[in-house]
């Protein structure tokens, strides 16, 4: 059983189901972003361990609740609390092993490049009330779930609108039609606040987050969670409301706004 805490900021556990053996697989990362992580699941023991939870291990498993399984993990602990390696707090001791090369990469300039071929929809995603609004735009929403209704909207950790979102735990996500791009440049120059909304026509939803009456479709959603993962956030929402208009989608490619073909 392995945890692997990754240089994208995820912690999976890697062969669940291997009761022989524990260790902590750490990719190449700063100090400080490595405490960080190493905080959420448990504490460093010298330059060579860390304590875990048995808790953690559960929670990061995919087979946890199956009784095999679980038989299994009780094992497991009860051989390592034998043999001397669960502290007086429950704590397992778990030894560190480290990648010495970071996983290959591409350059900025060849990812960012990239990217710019994924031809994306536009959205204007949207908390706060009509009183206090915040919103930006993002054309990294993406659709999760059905069952349950689940949509995700990846957001910048330095964006300024991040902790705003996150105070308030409720977005809104109006996709935006061909004709919004009056829309998009506001929200990009103005400053966070009222004068973003301005010049469209926006009301309260029946949660009281600011939709745009002219959206393609509209969601009102409860974020349930997010995920850091690299430099951005998966804020993940449980869709609660919804509203649809028929007209032609706003769409990116390579930094221009394309018009889709009628035919």
């Given at each position: 059983m392995?945890?692997?805490i990754?240089?994208?900021?995820?912690?999976?556990?890697?062969?669940?189901?291997?009761f022989?053996?524990l260790?902590?697989?750490?990719d190449?990362?700063?100090?400080?972003?490595l405490?960080?992580?190493?905080?959420?699941?448990g504490?460093?023991?010298?330059e060579?361990?860390i304590?875990?939870?048995p808790?953690?291990?559960?929670?990061?498993s995919?087979?946890?609740?199956?009784?095999?399984?679980?038989?299994?993990?009780e094992?497991m602990?009860?051989?390592?609390?034998?043999?001397?390696?669960?502290?007086?707090?429950?704590?397992?001791?778990?030894?560190?092993?480290?990648?010495?090369?970071?996983?290959?990469?591409?350059?900025?300039?060849?990812?960012?490049?990239?990217?710019?071929?994924?031809?994306?929809?536009?959205?204007?995603?949207?908390?706060?009330?009509?009183?206090?609004?915040?919103g930006?735009?993002?054309?990294?929403v993406?659709?999760?779930?059905?069952?349950?209704?689940?949509?995700?909207v990846f957001?910048?950790e330095?964006?300024?609108?991040?902790?705003?979102?996150?105070?308030?735990?409720?977005?809104?996500?109006n996709?935006?039609?061909?004709?919004?791009?009056?829309?998009?440049?506001r929200?990009?120059?103005?400053a966070?606040?009222?004068?973003r909304?301005?010049?469209?026509?926006?009301?309260?939803?029946k949660?009281g987050?600011?939709?745009?009456?002219?959206?393609?479709?509209?969601?009102?959603?409860?974020?349930?969670?997010?995920?850091?993962?690299g430099?951005?956030?998966?804020?993940?929402?449980?869709?609660?409301?919804?509203?649809?208009r028929?007209?032609?989608?706003?769409v990116?490619?390579?930094?221009?706004?394309?018009r889709?073909?009628e035919?």
């Amino acid at each position: 059983m392995r945890i692997h805490i990754t240089d994208a900021g995820a912690i999976t556990l890697i062969e669940p189901a291997n009761f022989r053996g524990l260790d902590v697989l750490i990719d190449p990362l700063p100090a400080d972003r490595l405490n960080r992580l190493v905080a959420r699941i448990g504490r460093f023991e010298g330059e060579e361990h860390i304590r875990l939870a048995p808790a953690v291990l559960k929670f990061l498993s995919p087979l946890a609740g199956d009784p095999e399984w679980d038989k299994g993990f009780e094992g497991m602990i009860a051989y390592a609390t034998k043999a001397g390696w669960v502290d007086e707090a429950g704590l397992v001791r778990a030894h560190i092993t480290r990648e010495e090369a970071a996983p290959a990469r591409i350059t900025l300039d060849d990812f960012r490049g990239t990217m710019r071929r994924l031809a994306a929809g536009v959205s204007a995603v949207t908390t706060g009330t009509m009183e206090a609004p915040v919103g930006m735009v993002a054309s990294s929403v993406v659709s999760i779930s059905a069952e349950p209704p689940l949509v995700g909207v990846f957001v910048n950790e330095t964006s300024s609108s991040l902790p705003l979102f996150q105070q308030q735990g409720r977005m809104a996500i109006n996709i935006l039609g061909l004709d919004h791009g009056s829309i998009v440049g506001r929200f990009v120059k103005s400053a966070q606040g009222v004068d973003r909304f301005e010049g469209a026509d926006w009301v309260a939803g029946k949660t009281g987050l600011p939709l745009l009456t002219e959206a393609l479709a509209a969601m009102e959603c409860r974020i349930i969670t997010e995920v850091s993962l690299g430099t951005h956030k998966l804020l993940v929402g449980r869709i609660e409301t919804t509203t649809l208009r028929d007209d032609r989608p706003m769409v990116q490619f390579d930094g221009t706004t394309l018009r889709l073909s009628e035919e």
